[in-house]
Every structure is written in C-alpha cells, then in structure tokens.
C-alpha cells in the first residue's frame, strides 16, 4: 500500500472511531452542532469565499465551461444559504431509532425494525462546494461520519469549508472526524477510498456520467447511484397550454446548470401546430438554442437538427431538445428509451393521462402539472439532499436523512426460547 493509499486509510479509520461515538448521540447534541456549524460557516464568510474565488479562477483558467463554473462559485447569499440548510436539518426529526414497523409473536416476543446509521458514509462529488456543507449536516443528524472527496476544481473551498466545520463540530462536543476531507487530488485517493470494504459503509458519487459509471464499476464498497439529469417535459394533448409554456420555460430556464433542469421537450401532435410557436418564441426570447425534429424545424428554421446525442444529453446549458409526438404512449416511450430515470413532467388537464404517465414512465421522480425542478430534496422538505438516487434499491430520488439510515431488528423476550 502507497503512502497515499495509506493515509486515506488512516483518515477512513478515524471517521470508523467517530461513527461509533455518534451513533448513539442525543438530537439535542447533534442539533446544537449543526448550529455551531452554521454559525461558523458565517462567522468565517470571508475565508471561505477568498478560498473559492481561487477555485473559479483556476477553473476558467483551464477553460472549464460556465455551467460548471456556476455550480463551483459561492457568493454571500450561497454561503446564507448553506448555513440556513444546517438549521432545517437541525430543525427536522431524527431519523435514529425511528420505529419502521413492529409486531408481537404468538408466543410473546416483542419485534421491532429500527432505524440506526449506517455508519461512515463517503460521497465523491464535483465541483459543487454546497454538498460539502450539506452532506456534513445530514450525516451529522443521521448519526454518521462522513468522508468528502470533492473534486481538485474546489479543493482550496472544500478545504476551507471543511477546516470550519470540523472545529465548530469540535468546539460544539463531537468529534472532528465525524467530518473528513479524503486525502489527495487524483484518481488514485479515489481508488484507495473505493476499496475500503468494511471501514466505509457506503459510497454516494454525484456528478457526471464518467464518475457515477466508474465508482458503481470499480468500488468494492457499497455504492447508493446518484444519475444524471435528462429530465423531460411532455405536453399532452389536453394540456392548458398557458400552463404548459410557463412549466417548460421554468424547467429550461431557472437554474441550467443542475440536475433537474428540463434537457427535452415532448409535444403530443394535437396540439403542436398551436403550441410549437408560441413556446419556441418564447424559448428563443430567452437565449435557449433549440435542438428539433423535422417538424419543429418547420416552425423554426433556425433550430439546429436533433440527433440521437441530443435525446440522450444532459445540456446543463441553454439547449432543449424538442420534439413532436403521436400519443402519451409514444412520449413515454421516448423517455424509457432516452431518460436517465431521473424526472419527468406531464402537463395536462386530463386524469386518466396524468395516471397512464405515472405508471409508466419508469423515473425516480414524477410531475404532474408542475416543473421538473420541484424535485430537490430542500423543497421536497427534507433540509437538504445528500444526492437524487436513480437507482431503484433502498434508497429512490431525493436522499434526505431516512435514507441516511440502515435498520436493526430488535427482538424483546422474557426468556424466550427457540424449542
């Protein structure tokens, strides 16, 4: 084993000792770390931020695209807004010793299903220096300790961000290797920490394709799938089409830079020729390049023509692809063959639609008359997210602090014996 191998090992097992201490912690510890926490990471605004304005100037250095580039910078209010996520995971029940179900045995014996943490949990990210703080605090409340390995584009953030919540973690009674940075920067620390069986419990990557496709291939730890975001929106036939122009606009144009931002645009055939210009205006009034079939191009010539690399692409900008279709079966269709499971959108007016949609369509999560960006585990009411899982085992969309957890099954007798 290599030094570095060596001291992401070193760092695993200090988080392994801290796991064991928070575990069975109090939520009146936990919730007065996590404001500590939020506290802090106020108080040192202005370390964290000169930290990062190294980041975003490294990243442009190196020609690293705008969408990423949003996602990597912090501003006054993204760093309120960190600190004001720590407080609502403060302020949310603790998932420990949940009882999930239970039961009495015919012969008396007393059956529970617990929840309890899973222990030490690692998450592999990019860019985004926001899931460092919220991934502390839901493991935090979860009741475990948590190993960040953030992309090297954030390293002098994430090593700022997490050198304050280590100490106020520390100031506030808990261990500081309940957070950890992971050492080193290249592939090779990420390999050490993928083969950590039985030290780490579980790995969470968020980011790209590449990264998502090389932890779920190469870890021996176990490993809860976050996916990319080819999210769609399908107009049908019985659609308010006020409505449905205001809902794609929202999904294409609020935030293109994440996960849950509209990539594709599906409309039913009925109501294309009345639709297709208004909404294509409106999309190009906003700077969205449009990617179409034969027939949207029809209605603007002007919009590039759509290939199979625009039905399956996660933009993270502002490109839509667009296209006409015969029925709801036929764009649902299109979104089991290109979507990556994670959310989907139906607008319609139409009950038997909206149901026919939701059994269907085979994604994570599921809209009906509202945007794709509703799925976010803050407005979803959980705090924060630790990731959008589109994976269907354990855990299913936005992970808040339930799927943080594992379970015991604890049995109560009397002297119960097995005859």
Not at 173 to 188: F, I, K, R, T
Request: aromatic content about 2%; glycine content about 8%.
């Amino acid at each position: 084993m290599n030094s570095l191998a060596e001291d992401v090992r070193a760092t695993a097992v200090r988080a392994r000792q801290a796991a064991a201490v928070l575990a069975p912690l109090s939520r009146a510890d936990k919730d007065r770390a996590l404001h500590a926490m939020a506290d802090a990471v106020l108080a040192h605004g202005e370390t964290i931020l000169e930290a990062n304005v190294g980041d975003v100037v490294g990243a442009r250095g190196t020609g690293t695209s705008e969408a990423i580039v949003d996602r990597l910078a912090l501003t006054a209010d993204r760093l309120t807004a960190m600190a004001d996520g720590l407080r609502q995971v403060a302020s949310l029940d603790d998932p420990v010793g949940e009882v999930v179900r239970g039961r009495v045995l015919p012969n008396g014996l007393e059956l529970r299903q617990v929840r309890v943490p899973l222990g030490v949990v690692g998450i592999i990210y990019e860019a985004r220096p926001n899931v460092t703080v919220d991934a502390a605090g839901l493991c935090l409340k979860s009741g475990n300790a948590v190993l960040l390995r953030g992309s090297a584009s954030a390293l002098r953030t994430n090593t700022a961000l997490i050198a304050v919540l280590r100490e106020a973690a520390s100031a506030a009674g808990l261990p500081a290797d309940a957070v950890a940075l992971v050492p080193g920067v290249d592939h090779e620390s990420v390999k050490a920490l993928m083969r950590l069986r039985g030290i780490v419990d579980v790995l969470i990557p968020r980011g790209g394709a590449g990264l998502i496709r090389t932890v779920v291939e190469e870890s021996t730890v176990p490993v809860i799938e976050t996916g990319v975001g080819n999210c769609h929106v399908y107009v049908d036939v019985d659609a308010d089409l006020d409505q449905a122009l205001a809902i794609v606009l929202n999904a294409k144009t609020q935030r293109v830079s994440v996960c849950n931002s509209a990539e594709t645009l599906l409309v039913h055939a009925g109501v294309a020729e009345i639709f297709l210009p208004r909404v294509l205006a409106a999309l190009g009034d906003a700077g969205v390049t449009v990617h179409g079939d034969d027939m949207v191009r029809s209605h603007d010539p002007s919009a590039r023509p759509a290939t199979d690399e625009d039905w399956a692409a996660e933009y993270l900008s502002l490109d839509m692809a667009v296209r006409v279709v015969d029925s709801l079966d036929d764009a649902v269709a299109h979104i089991r063959r290109w979507g990556s499971g994670h959310t989907e959108a139906i607008v319609t007016r139409s009950l038997a639609a909206s149901r026919r949609f939701i059994a269907t369509c085979d994604s994570a999560a599921i809209m009906v008359n509202a945007s794709t960006r509703f799925t976010d585990g803050e407005r979803f009411g959980f705090g924060a997210e630790i990731g959008i899982s589109t994976q269907k085992l354990h855990a299913r969309g936005p992970m808040g602090l339930a799927e943080l957890t594992s379970a015991t099954w604890v049995g109560v007798g009397d002297g119960h014996l097995v005859v």
